[in-house]
């Protein structure tokens, strides 16, 4: 809705004209930037699991291990591994 507002239109409209010129959902869109920003700070080994997944913008670190999984293929402790 945020988004919407800021583009100035109804939160439909704007969810249906992002999905048509980016192939994902907004709410798609910003989960997978999340998971960007997450697996870089893994790679670089700053912060624990915990840290990252609250500088991500997620407060459940179960949640943020499952979505890192499903984006990436890997769990966390898997990237920083790599």
Known sequence: EDLAAEAGFSAFHFARAFKQ???MA???FVTMRRMERAK???LAGRGSVPEIA???GYS???HFR???RRYTGFAP???RAA
């Open 26 to 28: 907004p709410h798609e």
């Open 21 to 23: 010129s980016t192939g």
């Open 77 to 79: 402790a898997d990237l």
């Open 66 to 68: 499952r979505l890192l």
């Open 60 to 62: 459940n670190v179960s």
């Open 54 to 56: 609250y500088a991500v």
């Open 40 to 42: 870089a700070l893994l």
